[in-house]
């Protein structure tokens, strides 16, 4: 994430397998990193996707309603990160999608598949009461965050490595 950040503007695209046709996602990951993308933001699908908008929520439904699981998703991400070595790639899950699945497990395949980090939009980050970040940090990935109105203190972010999201509302 160093070098990418030593650029003046990052480009973070999300990208979410919504088929079993996994050579179509892999391609458009392909399109997305050719055009400048500094970091693929890789979907995994949730039957709750409640802090997406319309279109998200959608793309979520295709892809459970095409049995898209994490298995493929981390299929996937391996086919992406050996054809582009140095782009970051992170998880962009829901926490429910990581704990139906097994925490430890999830981070394990994650590391394993390619991913550098996790974007978790509905996991209280601020006190990590399940010890995710902390289980994150210890495997060597980033933590993302949202900054919204409430943050992480420094120290919090000092210790892993947390890199924050704006969110807006335009």
């Known amino acids: 994430f160093k070098e990418v950040f030593s650029k003046r503007k990052v480009l973070m695209s999300y990208l979410i397998p919504t088929s079993r046709n996994l050579e179509t ?16 933001e890789i979907g995994f ?15 979520h439904m295709r892809a459970i309603k095409n049995k898209i699981n994490p298995d493929i998703v981390f299929e996937a991400t391996k086919e992406i990160r050996a054809e582009f070595p140095d782009i970051p790639l992170v998880a962009m899950v829901y926490f429910c999608s990581i704990n139906e699945y097994g925490s430890q497990l999830f981070v394990k395949k994650g590391k394993s598949s390619g991913l550098d980090g996790f974007l978790i939009p509905d996991y209280p980050a601020h006190t990590d009461p399940l010890g995710f970040l902390a289980l994150v940090k210890k495997n060597g990935m980033c933590n993302i965050l949202f900054l919204s109105g409430l943050s992480v203190s ?6 892993n490595r947390i890199f924050k999201t704006l969110v807006s509302k335009s």
Request: glycine letters at 8%; a negative charge.
């Open 25 to 40: 996602f892999f391609r458009i990951a392909c399109a997305y990193i050719g055009a400048g993308v500094d970091i693929l």
């Open 45 to 59: 699908p949730s039957n709750i996707p409640w802090l997406d908008g319309p279109l998200i929520q959608a793309l």
């Open 154 to 159: 420094d120290k919090n972010e000092e210790e």
